[in-house]
C-alpha cells in the first residue's frame, strides 16, 4: 500500500505512523491480552525514554502472568514486528524494533512505574560494578532501593548476595533484605555467598541463624556447607542447623565435629546439637561409646548434658569410668554433665 505525503504529514511522520500502527496492534488482541502487552512493552523503555534490550527470563520474572500466556503475547508482537526477537546458545533476549515506539509507550507509564525503572536501573548499575570491581552498595543508595525490595524479582543468586552484604556492612534493615531475597533454599546459597565476601567485623554482623525453616533442600546445602572451605560458612551452617533442629543434621554434625580443631567450632556443635533435644541422644551416646578421640568425647558429653535426657545417665558414668577418658584429664567434663542433670540422678 502506497500512502501520499500528505497522509504520512497528517498521520504524525515516522513517529506518529507508528504509534497509530502500535495501537491498532493492541487493539486487535483478543481477550485481556492488549493489557498484558502493553505491560510487557513498558519494561523496553528506560525511565530516560531510551529503548533497552532485555533477557527473556528478566522480562518473565517483571511481568505479572503466566509463562504460556506471556509467550503468545511475545510471539504476537514479535509477528507484528514490534519487537525483535534473538536467540543464542545461552539466552533470549527481546527489544523494541524501533525507538520512535518508546514516545507512545511512555504515555502509559505513571510516575510509580517511572520511580520503580529509576530503581531498577540503579540497581543494575550497582551490581555491574559489585561483578567488576566487588564494590558493595552503599548506604544511601540501599535506601533509595528499599521500598522496591519486594518487586526485585529474577535476580540470581550473585545478585542478592551483593545486596545482602551490602546490607548487612552498612547495618542496614538485614531482616527485612534478608525475608525479600525469596525462598529459603536460595536465601542458604545467597547467605553461603555473603560469608565468603564478608570480611570479618561485617560477618559477625550478618551470620545470624535463618530459623525454622521447612524446606528439606535447604537443610541438606547447609549440611553439605559443615564441609565448606571458609571457616564462616562452616560456623554459620553449624549455628543454623542448631536453629532448624532437624533430626537429619544430627549425624552429619557428629560427624563434621572430627574435622573442628579450634575450640570455637567445637563450641557451636555442642550448641547446636544440645538445642536438638531428643533427637540428638541416641547419636551422641553412640558417639560417646565409640569415639577415641578425646574431642569426640568432649563433644559428646557436653551436647548430652546440654539435653538432660535421663538417657544419658548411664552412657555419662560409665564415661567416667573409661581408661582414654580418664588419662586424657578431661573426665571432668562428665562429672559437668552429669551436674547439669543432678536431678535426674537424684530421682534415681
Not at 8 to 25: Q, T
Not at 90 to 118: C, G, N, P
Not at 252 to 268: E, F, N, Q, T, V
Request: proline share 3%; hydrophobic share 40%.
Amino acid at each position: 500500500m502506497q500512502i501520499t505525503l500528505k497522509t504520512y504529514e497528517a498521520l504524525g511522520r515516522a513517529g506518529g505512523m507508528l504509534s497509530h500502527y502500535l495501537n491498532d496492534v493492541l487493539a486487535h488482541l483478543p481477550g485481556n491480552e492488549e493489557a498484558l502487552a502493553k505491560n510487557t512493552l513498558k519494561e523496553f523503555v528506560r525511565s530516560d525514554g531510551m529503548k533497552q534490550v532485555l533477557r527473556y527470563k528478566t522480562l518473565a520474572a517483571r511481568v505479572e502472568a503466566q509463562r504460556d500466556e506471556l509467550d503468545d503475547v511475545l510471539s504476537r508482537l514479535v509477528n507484528a514486528r514490534l519487537l525483535r526477537r534473538d536467540e543464542t546458545a545461552r539466552e533470549i533476549t527481546y527489544e523494541l524494533v524501533h525507538e520512535y515506539l518508546t514516545t507512545e509507550i511512555a504515555k502509559w507509564t505513571s510516575l510509580a512505574d517511572q520511580d520503580f525503572k529509576q530503581a531498577e536501573e540503579l540497581l543494575e548499575r550497582e551490581l555491574a560494578s559489585w561483578r567488576i570491581h566487588r564494590t558493595l552498595i552503599p548506604r544511601s543508595r540501599l535506601e533509595v532501593l528499599y521500598p522496591y525490595r519486594e518487586r526485585f524479582k529474577g535476580l540470581d543468586t550473585e545478585a542478592w548476595g551483593c545486596l545482602l552484604s551490602s546490607a548487612i556492612t552498612e547495618d542496614f534493615a538485614v531482616a527485612d533484605w534478608t525475608k525479600a531475597a525469596g525462598n529459603i533454599s536460595k536465601l542458604v546459597s545467597v547467605q553461603i555467598q555473603v560469608l565468603k565476601a564478608a570480611y570479618p567485623y561485617t560477618y559477625r554482623r550478618g551470620n545470624e541463624p535463618l530459623g525454622e525453616i521447612g524446606d528439606p533442600h535447604a537443610v541438606e546445602l547447609l549440611i553439605a556447607a559443615l564441609e565448606d572451605g571458609d571457616y564462616k560458612v562452616r560456623e554459620w551452617a553449624v549455628e543454623t542447623l542448631g536453629e532448624i533442629g532437624d533430626p537429619r543434621a544430627v549425624e552429619p554434625l557428629i560427624a563434621a565435629s572430627k574435622d573442628y580443631h579450634d575450640g570455637r567450632m567445637r563450641y557451636l556443635v555442642v550448641q547446636a546439637l544440645g538445642k536438638m533435644g531428643g533427637a540428638a541422644v541416641e547419636p551422641l551416646i553412640a558417639a560417646l561409646k565409640g569415639s577415641p578421640q578425646w574431642w569426640m568425647l568432649r563433644i559428646a558429653v557436653e551436647a548430652l548434658g546440654e539435653i538432660g535426657d535421663p538417657r544419658a545417665v548411664e552412657p555419662l558414668i560409665a564415661a567416667l569410668k573409661d581408661e582414654l577418658w580418664r588419662v586424657s584429664g578431661r573426665g571432668e567434663a562428665s562429672v559437668q554433665a552429669l551436674g547439669k542433670m543432678g536431678g535426674l540422678l537424684s530421682s534415681r
